[in-house]
């Protein structure tokens, strides 16, 4: 069955310092999300991505962060500068149609120290 | 804003007991979604109910939608220990592709 992957499945990095988070959604797929997880808490939604665009993002994603897809198979989260309450687990999915099941990737751990 | 509330967060339940896990959303929403996690993973999709009255079924779980009363309900037939995991619901504003969870229904299932 196809998946999502994303790389790597655990970062740790020091406070300030950027990271880019990867991923690759399955090949015939529109939609890609970003979304992230603290640890034992509610998943919070960060972005979507079609067409190339941004489509919505959330409160969280300020411009600290960005997304990008710069290969036509790879999806990326950078977070510039990051910070304490960065730490959390990062979650990319990807679906043909929102009207369908989306795909979640195993997650990148994000540890800002 | 959409808001989504999920309830109970906890729920401990015997095998072969049936229960349902409610899910209500503030404003009016184009896609209700219903996932699976376990501990440590990523999350499962389970179900997409997109109009009023859409009911889905797999297996244990079955999931319906109702849009006027802005509830979802997730129910468990017969509980098995494999069905212990995190449940979450989550909406879609409307027209839009931002997605907000409910906190979670941590599911324990006691053989």
């Known amino acids: 069955e196809p998946e999502v992957t994303q790389t790597p499945s655990h970062q740790v990095t020091q406070m300030g310092q950027e990271v880019i988070l990867r991923c690759v959604p399955i090949?015939?797929?529109?939609?890609f999300y970003w979304y992230r997880q603290i640890l034992g808490q509610k998943v919070e939604f960060l972005v979507s991505f079609y067409n190339n665009e941004i489509s919505e993002k959330s409160e969280i994603f300020d411009d600290q962060f960005s997304v990008e897809r710069p290969d036509g198979s790879n999806f990326t989260l950078k977070i510039r500068s990051t910070k304490l309450e960065d730490s959390a687990m990062y979650f990319c999915?990807?679906?043909?149609?929102?009207?369908?099941?989306?795909?979640f990737g195993q997650g990148t751990r994000l540890t800002v120290v | 804003e959409l808001k989504v509330e999920q309830n109970p967060l906890f729920l401990s339940m015997q095998e072969g007991k049936n229960y349902t896990i409610y899910c209500n959303y503030s404003t009016t929403s184009d896609r209700l979604y219903w996932y699976r996690q376990d501990p440590g993973k990523s999350l499962e999709s389970l179900f997409v109910l997109l109009s009023n009255g859409a009911v889905k079924q797999e297996g244990r779980l079955m999931a319906s939608l109702d849009t006027k009363a802005r509830l979802s309900t997730l129910h468990i037939t017969a509980a098995v220990h494999d069905l212990s995991a995190t449940y979450f619901c989550?909406?879609?504003?409307?027209?839009?592709?931002?997605?907000?969870f409910g906190a979670g229904t941590r599911l324990f299932v006691k053989a």
């Open positions: 090949s015939n797929h529109l939609y």
């Open positions: 989550a909406a879609t504003n409307t027209g839009g592709f931002k997605t907000i």
């Open positions: 999915a990807s679906t043909s149609d929102q009207a369908v099941r989306a795909f």
